[in-house]
């Protein structure tokens, strides 16, 4: 296995996958011939990175690689969840998610405000293996943004690790920390263990 395809367009999620999977041609399902949408309906982010692994896997019969995340805001019962990406009802609206978080946790103390960002990666090898990992990293919810980089609600999650917000931290600091970065590289160890 030298090539994996991922099934992501995003050049920022293709950079980080690079770099630690160095060693292997890592390009994009567009790339690859992969055209169309994938419907992401699990209730988990395990379930949802598989399904759009096996989309890939099955059409271009090559290794494919898909990751799910998502934050995770316990006061809120750990939504939005699989639902980050359009918890205001559109997808990728990242002004209105951000808006809805701050709304539903108005006035509610820091100490309630823990939160954390999860991701799943999957992996489906040239001859149909599955293999997961997940990652986490943990923070809080800001009472208003922090900076301007990063993406999606990274503004407003405060990294315990990086004792700042993700929307103030540079990419690197963030990957080092990051919830894909801890997924990705225990995938990684996974693959080195079984050889491939």
């Known amino acids: ?3 994996i395809v991922v099934a992501s367009g995003n050049k ?4 980080e996958i690079g770099e630690i999977f160095k060693g292997y041609d890592v390009v994009s399902m567009q790339d690859a011939g992969f055209t169309g949408e994938i419907d992401e309906t699990g209730e988990t982010f395990e379930e949802n990175a598989l399904i759009k692994a096996r989309a890939v896997h099955e059409k271009l019969h090559c290794a494919a690689l898909a990751d799910d995340s998502g934050l995770c805001v316990d006061y809120l019962g750990g939504a939005p969840g699989v639902h980050s990406a359009r918890f205001c009802g559109r997808h990728g609206d990242d002004g209105a998610n951000n808006r809805l978080l701050l709304q539903k946790l108005e006035g509610v103390p820091t100490e309630k405000r823990t939160a954390y960002f999860e991701s799943c990666v999957a992996l489906i090898t040239e001859d149909g293996e ?3 990992a997940s990652g986490r990293t ?3 919810i800001l009472e208003e943004a922090q900076g301007c980089g990063g993406f999606g609600y990274d503004p407003l999650f ?3 690790e990086l004792q700042k917000s993700f929307g103030l931290a540079a990419a690197q600091e963030k990957n080092a920390v990051s919830h894909r970065g801890k997924a990705l590289a225990a995938l990684a160890e996974k693959l080195r263990e079984r050889g491939l």
């Open 138 to 140: 943990y923070g809080r």
């Open 12 to 15: 920022a999620k293709l950079r």
């Open 130 to 132: 599955e293999i997961t």
């Open 158 to 160: 405060f990294s315990d």
């Open 1 to 3: 296995m030298n090539r």
